[in-house]
């Protein structure tokens, strides 16, 4: 086993040991089910003007990729890095026989990871709960397309949520600044359309690009390119820091 | 072998180490003597790549610390400061994330009974007592018997009898594998029952580096050596 692959598992295994990420995951299934029971109910009172969906995974694909997974990935960084310097264990990580370059992106894949996770989760709870309410698989393949898809905007967040926790250091002011950086990107994004063609967290539905020929290919290159500068500037920005970090 | 040469490393308050330069022979139990905040930390970090924005070499073996880091770390073992541990896993847990490769997983059990650790493996670090998180720190260094061994003030929080102990381990690790240890310290008969040759850190800078053998030749004790070294200076400061 290489030494990245080692350190990588020891991220994974640090987080599969914090329960809040069961409670978050455990939480998003509530919200399916809620989202399934509620129209399931508005079809009976409404004796079926308003139909039950057909495709329940690709429904709940916006609050996966935009907020499930995002607030997952968010609190994962913190355990991995802001908690991990205030209770002086990143010692233990740095001791590790690999560079700060390779354990910086062990702990962002191990965060990835997580965040992917929850996602992959999403898609299985949504698709039992459709065929359980006898839609079949109707549009499974599209939808397994766009979670995966949708995992790469992903690892923006990652390093925005690294960046955010070396500048900060104390956990809890990390975890609240780094989900009020988010949000405020997303609602940026949101009512300023200018903002909205810069921010990479625009492209978090990157399926809808893909998948669904909406944009001239011009455009769609540009919004790539948005998002794949915006990852490999926050990259370089939080190697920089966590390089020169004093332990 | 390590070699240290012009060693600087100054924090915002000016506190740190000034271009200290110091051999470290294989095979030999270094023991850094100095007072709180002399810098005895700083350079231990150093030697570990922790406060990588240092100036001056770090040559271990012929290869520049900042060039060969990965192969350094896979053969060092450390306790810096405080035991850093996980209090939310157990004490096997700890050891597993502190394991340098996949096969000192396999060392655990050994590690955690010659630190009289064997019967709490099973309970979180988070409820051991000061004592027993110095003993598994301990224990995450010596993990997978490395060939240089860091030890920052190790004895802090130990009884007498681990202490002896402890002594005993080290010396018995010395002798069978050859292990380089460098030891800091500020109670100067600690440095005299463990070490072979000590080096007094005074202020950021190396001010005496001798055999223990030597030391006490000269002086009465390991206590007077300091002192005399520790006065020496500031006279002439």
Redesign the interface.
Same mark, same amino acid.
């Given at each position: 086993?290489s /030494?990245f692959t @080692?350190a990588y598992k !020891?991220e994974c @295994? $640090?987080l599969l040991? /914090?329960k809040k990420y069961i409670v978050l995951v455990i939480l998003g299934i509530l919200v399916s089910i809620v989202r399934y029971g509620g129209t399931a109910l508005l079809a009976r009172l409404s004796e079926d003007t308003i139909k039950l969906t057909s495709r329940l995974s690709l429904e709940m694909l916006p609050f996966a990729v935009e907020i499930l997974a995002p607030t997952v990935i968010l609190f994962a960084v913190c355990d991995l890095f802001a908690t991990e310097l205030s *209770? =002086?264990?990143? !010692? #233990?990580s740095?001791?590790?026989? #690999?560079? /700060?370059f390779k354990l910086l992106t062990a702990k962002a894949a191990a965060a990835l990871t997580a965040g992917a996770a929850s996602l992959i989760v999403m898609f299985v709870v949504n698709l039992i709960i459709q065929i359980v309410a006898g839609n079949g698989f109707s549009g499974m393949g599209a939808a397994f397309a766009a979670y995966l898809i949708d995992i790469v905007p992903l690892v923006g967040i990652v390093f925005l949520g690294i960046t955010v926790n070396l500048l900060i250091g104390a956990p809890a002011g990390a975890a609240i600044c780094s989900i009020a950086v988010y949000a405020a990107m997303k609602y940026l994004g949101l009512y300023t359309s200018a903002a909205n063609t810069l921010l990479f967290t625009a492209a978090a539905k990157l399926h809808q690009m893909l998948l669904g020929h909406t944009l001239p290919f011009g455009a769609l290159m540009c919004r790539l390119g948005i998002l794949f500068g915006s990852i490999l500037i926050l990259y370089s920005v939080s190697y920089i820091i966590f =390089? !020169? $970090? *004093?332990? | 072998m390590i070699e240290i040469k012009s060693l600087t490393k100054l924090y915002k308050n000016k506190r740190g180490i000034r271009g200290i330069s110091l051999d470290i022979r294989d095979g030999e139990i270094l023991g850094l003597l100095g007072p709180n905040g002399s810098g005895k930390t700083t350079l231990m970090k150093a030697l570990l790549s922790l406060v990588p924005d240092y100036s001056g070499d770090i040559i271990v073996d012929g290869n520049d610390l900042r060039d060969d880091l990965e192969n350094v770390l896979a053969r060092t073992g450390a306790l810096i400061e405080a035991p850093s541990v996980y209090k939310r896993l157990t004490a096997y847990q700890n050891l597993c994330l502190a394991a340098r490769r996949q096969e000192d997983t396999e060392d655990i059990d050994r590690v955690l009974d010659i630190v009289g650790l064997s019967q709490y493996k099973n309970e979180r670090a988070g409820h051991f007592s000061l004592g027993m998180k110095q003993r598994l720190g301990i224990a995450a260094a010596v993990l997978g018997t490395p060939d240089i061994i860091v030890l920052d003030e190790p004895t802090n929080g130990l009884d007498i009898e681990s202490v002896v102990e402890l002594r005993e381990y080290i010396h018995k690790l010395n002798r069978e594998n050859g292990t380089t240890f460098i030891i800091s310290g500020h109670i100067a008969s600690e440095i005299e029952k463990l070490c072979t040759r000590a080096a007094v850190i005074y202020e950021g800078e190396i001010i005496a580096n001798e055999s223990i053998e030597k030391i006490l030749s000269l002086y009465p004790s390991m206590e007077e050596f300091f002192l005399n070294k520790v006065r020496e200076r500031r006279g002439s400061i």
């Open positions: 086993m /030494r @080692f !020891k @295994f $640090k040991h /914090r *209770n =002086d264990t990143m !010692k #233990v740095l001791l590790q026989p #690999v560079s /700060r =390089d !020169k $970090k *004093n332990i | -």
